[in-house]
């Protein structure tokens, strides 16, 4: 069964956008180096995921670069 109320991506990227906007539910440990990131769906979050992959979204680049940072610390610090 597919759960709608929660955005599962292992897309650091996406995940580095979205974290402007919406708060991380949970970091998933899918393997040994790999991570999902899950947030709470809602329409706000599906217009900006939708943003980001059609290239509209807008973000300062140094926010987009920290938050790239602070993800990866902690993905590291769950290994």
Do not use: H, W
């Amino acid at each position: 069964m597919i759960n709608i109320t929660k955005y599962k991506t292992t897309d650091l990227g996406v995940c580095a956008y979205l974290v402007v906007k919406f708060s991380i539910l949970n970091l998933e440990r899918l393997g040994t180096n790999k991570f999902a990131f899950i947030f709470e769906r809602t329409p706000e979050l599906d217009k900006e995921v939708n943003a980001y992959f059609t290239n509209t979204a807008q973000i300062s680049p140094l926010e987009y670069f920290n938050n790239l940072r602070s993800l990866k610390t902690r993905i590291y610090s769950e290994t």
